[in-house]
DNA sequence: TTGAATCCCATAAAATACCATGTTATACCA
DNA sequence: TGGTATAACATGGTATTTTATGGGATTCAA
């Protein structure tokens, strides 16, 4: 059953007023191919908005289950705060989800948003945002190059 | 027989004076689609309500007789608990399901109810004591972050 | 026969599907 | 390779369906 998939590419599309987008034709391949849906959550420690497919969450719950008890509280913030959050959006024939006030609200997302691919995930930000953090993660991932490198050769 | 079902979302409904909620469309869908039942019961730890799919429970009682040494004596009193307080709850052709006294008193329900997705269950709160609830476990899933992306990588 | 539970109908609002058009990307052929 | 025909896509607008919810009628049991 593991199909290979990537959400790839940085897309940028526009939100109408109705808070409806153009889901990347891409992506909507991805769901075709592998008959799932999207699911999208607010990000936990960003503002934008996290994307996946529905079987990806459901491999979560279904960890969940078996790695501990019906009543263990150990998962149970875990899983308020993901699945309390997540939710289907089904694109129509046009290929367009409607994003919900919450999560536009999240990401500061008004009229014009960017869909970035992270391979399993995907993520919609603000367009100045997403321009910022791309910048910050540049910065990041050159000053710890040394520590990359030093890692992989002590394989 | 494991197909993809997931209880998500957060959402607000009226409760009239007769005790009537509409379920999610959502978590109706999924009833439909299993040929299941909703079943609900007071939460053991928390003032909300929990509820979940009749084959859920079935499962867990199966997982109990088939293996007695995995389940200790103090979770077998608490199947106990669940078993005695837990009911069917069907719900009309306008999707509403009707809640009783004993668990609205227990979540502090009045005029509002909040549906709370967790995966395979979901939880039912008073609004505000919802609020409270989520505030608190963001707070405890920051200072657990390790633990939260550990978790997320598993995806 | 009274109170409670269930069912059915009506309505407003929200979500979803559908249609039309300009634009961009792709395929095809000379 | 260059140019044109074709298909796919994004996007604005509109129509249709679904959903939540109030109210009333009917049924059932104490």
């Given at each position: ?26 992506y ?18 960003l ?7 529905e ?12 790695s501990t ?30 994003l919900?006030?919450k ?53």
């Amino acid at each position: 059953m593991r199909k290979v998939f990537l959400f790839m590419d940085t897309i940028i599309n526009k939100v109408d007023a109705k808070g409806r987008v153009s889901l990347p034709s891409d992506y909507r391949a991805i769901v075709k191919d592998l008959e799932s849906e999207i699911v999208c959550y607010r990000s936990l420690s960003l503002p934008c908005i996290e994307g996946c497919l529905e079987e990806t969450l459901d491999k979560l719950a279904t960890d969940i289950e078996d790695s501990t008890d019906f009543f263990s509280e150990t998962q149970d913030n875990l899983t308020n705060l993901i699945f309390g959050d997540a939710k289907r959006f089904t694109f129509d024939s046009t290929g367009r989800i409607m994003l919900s006030e919450k999560l536009l609200k999240h990401a500061d997302i008004t009229d014009t948003a960017v869909f970035v691919g992270k391979g399993r995930k995907f993520q919609i930000w603000n367009p100045e945002n997403w321009e910022k953090e791309e910048q910050r993660i540049r910065q990041e991932v050159l000053k710890n190059r040394p520590v990359l490198k030093k890692q992989k050769e002590s394989e």
